[in-house]
């Protein structure tokens, strides 16, 4: 009795959880082994957005007066934030300009963000040229790295012999309907793609017409920029790798969890999760926190969301309660009998 009590228990000690793994939610290599594995699903929560051009559109007739009230008054700071960042003498055009470009998508966390960012501020401050130029020269940026990063997955097919010995590439009709028919791109980016790059062609090589229509080029390029950022690298689009009906958060659909898109992109930030995990805040930033052990057994991607849309609040995954689980744990293991005893 005592020795089939003693195996139990050393087998639950070798039980791969969470708990013994180097770096726990976001140890990727070593979750295809977890014993709880059919209850996670790998939860991104690393992006960037700026929703704050939307606070510089007039108030609605409609609305209450009230709600006016606070959206003129948040427009006001907004208006003042601006020009401490981009001075008052050409303020109204500023504020047309910002409000021109709309919101920035939320697009996950790539070398993307931050020229994106440039290339919105070279456009508020009025430099549409340098705007235009950023805009259609991170347009190809990404169409190169989404090659050079996935090439290697797709080593059987056609494209592999004309992409794997090449460092760049300048043909984008070529690199678009290479990613396309590697499955890479969502609906629509491809024509996005290749609007730009008509914009790219006629701005970027000599075109006397562009010194009159420079404001609205570069508009436009930033807006399929913008497009193309939301669609692929988009958190609440259509990407067809998000688990659909989980309000306020994003989830990798198990089938997904080996695209070569998503692997290289989304994984690396994600946390490996299951339904009553929580989040905290540290100097660090936004961290996963998760009980260790869900127990056995299999949720398809249905189940997972219906468990997270009916999750007990009271049950989320905190400091508090995981450090009651670990205790628990410790006491569990004390009480285990030596051989023999």
Not at 37 to 58: A, M, Q, T
Not at 76 to 94: C, M, S
Not at 179 to 200: C, I, Q, S
Not at 271 to 285: D, H, I, K, N, W
């Amino acid at each position: 009795m005592l020795a089939t009590r003693y195996i139990a228990e050393i087998r639950c000690r070798m039980r791969k959880t969470i708990a013994n793994s180097g770096q726990g939610l976001y140890d990727q290599p070593a979750h295809a082994e977890l014993a709880d594995r059919g209850f996670r699903r790998y939860h991104p929560f690393s992006f960037d957005f700026d929703s704050s051009p939307l606070n510089l559109d007039e108030p609605e007739d409609h609305w209450e007066e009230h709600v006016k009230e606070t959206h003129r008054q948040n427009r006001a700071q907004q208006i003042e934030r601006l020009k401490q960042r981009y001075g008052p003498e050409k303020i109204e055009v500023v504020v047309q300009n910002v409000r021109d470009l709309g919101a920035k998508s939320m697009s996950l966390l790539a070398y993307h963000n931050q020229f994106h960012e440039q290339a919105r501020r070279a456009f508020v401050m009025g430099a549409y040229y340098p705007a235009l130029v950023a805009a259609c020269a991170l347009g190809e940026r990404i169409l190169n790295h989404l090659i050079l990063d996935l090439r290697d997955d797709f080593k059987s097919s056609a494209h592999y012999r004309k992409v794997y010995r090449k460092d760049s590439f300048d043909n984008w009709p070529f690199a678009v309907s290479v990613l396309a028919d590697w499955n890479v791109l969502v609906p629509d980016v491809d024509t996005e793609f290749l609007a730009l790059g008509e914009l790219r062609n006629r701005s970027i090589h000599f075109d006397p017409k562009t010194y009159t229509s420079l404001r609205e080029d570069a508009l436009a390029a930033l807006k399929r920029l913008n497009a193309i950022i939301a669609k692929q690298f988009g958190y609440f689009g259509s990407q067809p790798w998000f688990i659909e009906n989980t309000p306020g958060a994003q989830f990798i659909k198990r089938g997904f969890e080996t695209n070569p898109f998503v692997r290289a992109y989304i994984l690396p930030r994600a946390g490996f999760v299951g339904p009553l995990y929580g989040m905290t805040l540290t100097p660090a930033g936004w961290q996963h926190l998760d009980y260790a052990d869900y127990g056995d057994g299999e949720l398809s991607d249905e189940d997972f969301a219906k468990h997270y849309r009916d999750r007990d609040i009271a049950k989320v995954a905190s400091r508090e309660l995981i450090e009651t689980e670990r205790q628990a744990a410790n006491r569990s293991a004390d009480q285990i009998p030596e051989p023999g005893s």
